[in-house]
């Protein structure tokens, strides 16, 4: 079966062929449901809780276009093979705002995130690309929030939330805190999911770990999707779960 770029970043059309995420246990459950996992080497200028966040270390523009922090040489060398016009960026740094520079959501019709902090070539390959800009505090935005559909997202932020209610999508606002990253600091939703078909939302573990479990359940099934828990335990922040090619 013929596999092919996701014409829109994080939102299939078909079912995904291959997504890019951390390697580990989330990586090897997604593989078994026929899902290939393709994971970054650890960046070395990130953080322990970061090091190995695809959200962080790549930017999907659409299409065969990508950026890639140059510190990914291995990684760049597969996406390559598999077709990509990979844009090499500035590495990521340890400390905040210098690690944010790709860390950007970018939708059917808008490019979300703190465009101050982003990374020089992206910020103009998204500035000619005919999207709106939705620039935000949250230097964190992809972290941040969670594709549901091309018009519906769940994000614990309220900058994000009204930025896109503003502009005409459905945005569920969910509680901060129940999304685990380190025993010293807790993650985002939008960095423990991602969709592995039109209809199908990959989450790094159950539902019921969250306080707004049965909000998210019922916003997924109000817009056709069902949730893919690829564990039993806690939901995890683990930098994404990044769609690249589909059926």
């Known amino acids: 079966?013929?596999?092919?770029?996701?014409?829109?970043?994080?939102?299939?059309?078909?079912?995904?062929?291959?997504?890019?995420?951390?390697?580990?246990?989330?990586?090897?459950?997604?593989?078994?449901?026929?899902?290939?996992p393709l994971s970054p080497a650890p960046e070395p200028g990130l953080s322990d809780e970061e090091r190995e966040h695809a959200d962080l270390i790549c930017c999907h523009g659409g299409g065969r276009d990508i950026f890639v922090s140059?510190?990914?040489?291995?990684?760049?060398?597969?996406?390559?093979?598999m077709g990509f016009n990979v844009r090499l960026c500035a590495a990521p740094e340890k400390d905040y705002p210098k690690n944010v520079g790709l860390n950007f959501a970018v939708g059917a019709d808008f490019a979300l995130g703190r465009f101050l902090y982003a990374d020089r070539l992206l910020r103009a390959?998204?500035?000619?690309?005919?999207?709106?800009?939705?620039?935000?505090?949250?230097?964190?935005?992809?972290?941040s929030l969670c594709f549901v559909t091309a018009n519906a997202f769940i994000t614990e932020d309220t900058g994000i939330a009204d930025a896109l209610r503003k502009t005409g999508h459905e945005a569920l606002r969910i509680a901060p805190g129940d999304v685990y990253l380190s025993e010293a600091h807790h993650g985002f939703f939008g960095g423990a999911a991602g969709l592995i078909a039109p209809d199908t939302l990959a989450v790094t573990g159950s539902l019921r770990t969250h306080r707004d479990g049965d909000r998210i359940r019922d916003f997924l099934i109000k817009h056709n999707v069902r949730p893919l828990e690829l564990t039993d335990g806690r939901i995890t922040d683990i930098g994404g779960i990044l769609p690249l090619t589909e059926e």
């Open 125 to 143: 390959f998204l500035q000619n690309r005919g999207k709106e800009l939705l620039d935000v505090k949250q230097g964190y935005a992809k972290c």
């Open 70 to 81: 140059s510190a990914q040489t291995a990684l760049t060398e597969k996406l390559t093979a």
């Open 1 to 36: 079966m013929q596999v092919k770029p996701l014409d829109t970043p994080n939102l299939p059309k078909e079912r995904v062929r291959t997504s890019l995420l951390q390697a580990g246990i989330y990586a090897e459950a997604l593989r078994k449901h026929g899902t290939e």
